[in-house]
């Protein structure tokens, strides 16, 4: 057979009909038979044939039988049915269930091939959309991964390399420098792109329920079992698993994700049957997970495991060249999104960023850039730095944003003293609010909600106010 032609199977209990086809179409197509249902379907299995030629009446399993368990299959190629009996009920039922063309017999050689190549080039316009697509969402998640610095070309580089093994890949940085988007790029530029991307955020989930999520449950196993449910790790099967926060999975559980690992295969919660499953597995991690392994609290082994291929991702204050990209990557994006017009920061504005040590690196920054978008106003800038932590050698307190005073970006004024009544009452303000909420909080023995409702403020506003103003619980 020659490697460059289709390959077609013909399943039909009349021999005949398989040495008409390849006498008539040998030039074109490579053709094998079966004589059965049973032996068509194990065909399809050892063959990988490129379109079925179906019979619809055969002995033992009927052809739309056979057609309904090749539907169960994963990519399971083109049907095209053939039959002496052209009853509107039979071309019905064939294609209701998924068969792409229905010929009856007595046929003409010259029908089946146009027929064949019709489907044929269909399908082969198909994964070209199919590739071309992929192609576009893997260099959309690339380009949404912005910066040129050094260190960032050097973890485009890696993931290049690393995407379509088989090894797991452990991404470690701080929270907000991008993990998860370097994890769906890898999946996305790899050989498993058309299967399924299934995300678990291992800290998000309660620890009792984490084992029932990723491995599923039987039915009975516990309390409100109902009935039987597969896990995540069978929904991933084919696809490409990503545990996120994997330093926050509970000791009890990484045995079991090792075993997943090591054997690629698990048992469900009340169960007793091994489930087999073909999952690529990254992780991703802020924590540090050598002290995590010396504290006794993550497995040294699975440690190992998981440390196939380690991608780092250098947080912002590491990458500052990368700024003003981000920036504008941001103000653009925001700009489609709420229809706004905001074309770009000033410069004063952009030295303002440079020397924030931004501890919540990139999705710090693509918030504020938010706000800026939304707002139209980048004065805003100095109100949302307000306290941030800076670079070593500069002001623990971002200077304001005005034209009088002395910025990075205009040295001359650098020892002119702030005449704003605004910000001499902003700087009052934030005083005595700090006061007043460390005032409260004592006073409520530290219980946060009882404490939001005494200053008629949400909660979520208050846990903000106690981040921004750094106040701790004495202990």
């Known amino acids: 057979m020659r490697q460059d032609r289709p390959k077609i199977l013909v399943i039909d209990d009349d021999p005949k009909v398989k040495w008409l086809l390849s006498e008539g179409l040998a030039n074109y197509f490579d053709f094998v038979s079966a004589t059965s249902g049973t032996e068509g379907l194990q065909m399809v299995t050892i063959e990988k044939p490129n379109l079925i030629l179906l019979d619809i009446k055969m002995p033992e399993m009927s052809g739309i039988d056979v057609l309904k368990k090749l539907n169960k299959m994963d990519n399971r190629p083109e049907v095209i049915m053939l039959s002496g009996h052209d009853e509107t009920h039979y071309v019905v039922e064939s294609m209701k269930n998924g068969a792409a063309e229905f010929i009856k017999k007595p046929f003409d050689i010259k029908e089946v091939e146009i027929h064949i190549n019709a489907i044929l080039e269909q399908n082969r316009l198909k994964q070209e959309v199919t590739h071309l697509r992929t192609e576009l969402k893997a260099k959309s998640l690339y380009d949404a991964f912005i910066g040129d610095s050094p260190k960032i070309v050097q973890v485009k580089g890696l993931v290049e390399q690393v995407a379509d093994s088989e090894l797991t890949v452990l991404i470690r940085g701080e929270s907000g420098t991008g993990k998860e988007i370097i994890a769906r790029m890898i999946h996305t530029i790899s050989s498993r792109r058309d299967e399924s991307f299934t995300k678990v955020n291992c ?63 698990f048992v469900r919660v009340g169960g007793i049957t091994n489930i087999h499953v073909d999952v690529r597995i990254i992780c991703a991690t802020n924590r540090n997970l050598e002290e995590a392994i010396s504290r006794g609290r993550f497995r040294e082994d699975l440690f190992y495991r998981l440390n196939e291929i380690t991608v780092f991702l250098p947080p912002l204050r590491d990458r500052k060249e990368d700024i003003s990209l981000l920036v ?75 034209p009088d005073v ?70």
Not at 237 to 258: H, V, W
């Open 328 to 402: 504008n990557y941001f103000i653009d994006k925001y700009n489609k999104l709420y229809q706004r017009s905001l074309s770009q920061i000033s410069q004063s504005a952009m030295d303002q960023l440079m020397v924030v040590s931004w501890p919540g690196n990139v999705r710090q920054l693509e918030n504020m850039i938010k706000q800026v978008v939304v707002r139209g106003d980048e004065s805003i800038i100095n109100d949302l730095l307000i306290n941030q932590p800076t670079e070593p050698g500069q002001s623990s307190r971002v200077s304001s944003y005005r």
């Open 406 to 475: 002395a910025s990075p970006s205009n040295p001359g004024n650098a020892n002119q003293e702030s005449y704003s009544l605004k910000q001499v009452v902003a700087d009052a303000v934030s005083r005595e609010e700090k006061a007043m909420i460390s005032r409260v909080l004592t006073k409520t023995n530290w219980n946060r909600r009882k404490a939001a409702d005494l200053l008629e403020i949400s909660y979520r506003s208050l846990l903000y106010k106690i981040k921004e103003y750094g106040l701790n619980e004495l202990k």
């Open 203 to 265: 800290a998000a989930i309660p620890r009792d329920l984490l084992e029932a999520e990723l491995f599923g449950y039987e039915k009975g196993a516990f309390t409100g079992a109902h009935k039987t449910k597969p896990g995540r790790f069978e929904v991933a099967n084919k696809g490409t698993m990503f545990l996120d926060e994997i330093g926050d999975m509970p000791l009890e559980l990484q045995s079991k994700l090792l075993q997943v690992l090591e054997q690629q295969e």
